[in-house]
């Protein structure tokens, strides 16, 4: 026995229900939500691992902590295409991460993949997505290009750690993105990367483990690498150190 499927009303708002609302319900496999609500709570389908994310109405505009945490259930084989609200502002910690038997693609919806199922972001110009949270879409499998908003301000700790993404990541586009946390594509698959002309310093780890990555760009104004930024990458990448580089770059205790 269980909860099978959710509906939530339209005039329900984030301040109508508490967190953990159906938080390890293990039989939901279906969520209704109208237009009205504004927040996905923290928790409030945390490992529910049989549910099939729902469409957020425009009226989402953040997702909390945990909020769809190991979900994405699917029987093997039943792939899906999802296309994030763009409206969603807000993304916090380990609001999509751990997802269950479900492939990930945060490229634009066209024929580049053959039309493989994913989770869209949709392309640099639509979306108003301005945070992503620590571990937000970590260990997330198959994740394919990345495609984000250019009004991205906030990335932080481990957002996509682990989760195998692939490709040419592009930040230089996001002219207000100014917070970059640690260990961000910490062991993906990345195989180049365009740097941000805001971001000074490249923080540790930030491609640990990057096995595939094969050359970075536009970094000649960076100020600071720190430790451990390039280790364990393997694929033969040359990495020119900038001519600016200063000292008191902090080391691990």
Request: glycine share 10%.
């Amino acid at each position: 026995c269980g909860i099978e499927k959710v509906i939530m009303p339209a005039d329900l708002r984030s301040t109508d229900y508490g967190v953990n609302l159906f938080e390890t319900n293990l039989q939901l496999k279906e969520v209704q939500i109208s237009g009205g609500l504004d927040y996905i709570n923290n928790y409030t389908f945390n490992d529910c691992f049989s549910l099939r994310i729902p469409d957020l109405p425009d009226s989402v505009s953040g997702i909390g902590e945990y909020g769809f945490r190991e979900c994405f259930g699917r029987g093997q084989g039943e792939f899906y295409s999802y296309e994030l609200n763009p409206n969603v502002e807000f993304i916090d910690i380990y609001a999509f991460s751990y997802p269950s038997n479900f492939p990930i693609y945060t490229n634009p919806a066209d024929s580049r993949y053959g039309g493989i199922s994913g989770f869209y972001f949709g392309d640099e110009t639509s979306g108003k997505l301005k945070h992503v949270g620590q571990w937000a879409f970590s260990y997330s499998p198959q994740i394919n290009e990345i495609v984000l908003p250019s009004g991205l301000e906030t990335v932080e700790n481990y957002a996509w750690y682990g989760s195998e993404v692939f490709g040419l990541m592009d930040l230089s586009y996001m002219p207000n993105l100014n917070n970059f946390g640690h260990s961000i594509f910490f062991s993906t698959n990345l195989t180049g990367v365009i740097w941000n002309t805001n971001l000074t310093s490249i923080p540790h780890n930030t491609f640990d483990t990057c096995s595939y990555l094969t050359g970075i760009s536009n970094y000649d104004h960076v100020t600071h690498i720190e430790y451990s930024a390039f280790r364990y990458t393997f694929s033969g990448v040359t990495v020119v150190l900038p001519s600016k580089l200063e000292d008191k770059v902090p080391n691990p205790d």
